[in-house]
Nanobody, 124 residues
Framework: QVQLRESGGGLVQAGESLRLSCTAS????????IGWFRRAPGKGREFVAL????????DYASGVKGRFTVSRDNPKNTAWLQMNSLRPDDTAVYYC?????????????????WGQGTQVTVSS
């Protein structure tokens, strides 16, 4: 049974950086499309970024483009979300998600495997 676990969240000041990790256990990671999503207090789930299994294709929400970078290392069963120039409105619980059906989607409904989330708080 494959599981995902996020790490790397924390409290930072506006303008600082964080790198989130998403590590898979229980099965090879290489065929999964990985999506990053977030949920801010009082708001719905929001797409942040995705990366295909080969890493050749990435996509970003317009609000994070140019500040966030998604990457992966399949032999290490790990994906990362590098977040630079963080802003208070980036405050949220961040989740990584995966699917192994090849669907490349910004909708959370396309992903069947989710981590437990990691809190990111950006103070002004």
């Amino acid at each position: 049974q494959v599981q995902l676990r996020e790490s790397g969240g924390g409290l930072v000041q506006a303008g600082e950086s964080l790198r989130l990790s998403c590590t898979a256990s229980g099965r090879a990671f290489g065929t999964y499309v990985i999506g990053w999503f977030r949920r801010a207090p009082g708001k719905g789930r929001e797409f942040v970024a995705l990366i295909t299994w080969s890493g050749d294709t990435t996509d970003y929400a317009s609000g994070v483009k140019g500040r966030f970078t998604v990457s992966r290392d399949n032999p290490k069963n790990t994906a990362w979300l590098q977040m630079n120039s963080l802003r208070p409105d980036d405050t949220a619980v961040y989740y990584c998600a995966a699917n192994d059906n090849g669907i490349v989607s910004t909708s959370g409904d396309a992903y069947w495997l989710w981590g437990q989330g990691t809190q990111v708080t950006v103070s002004s």
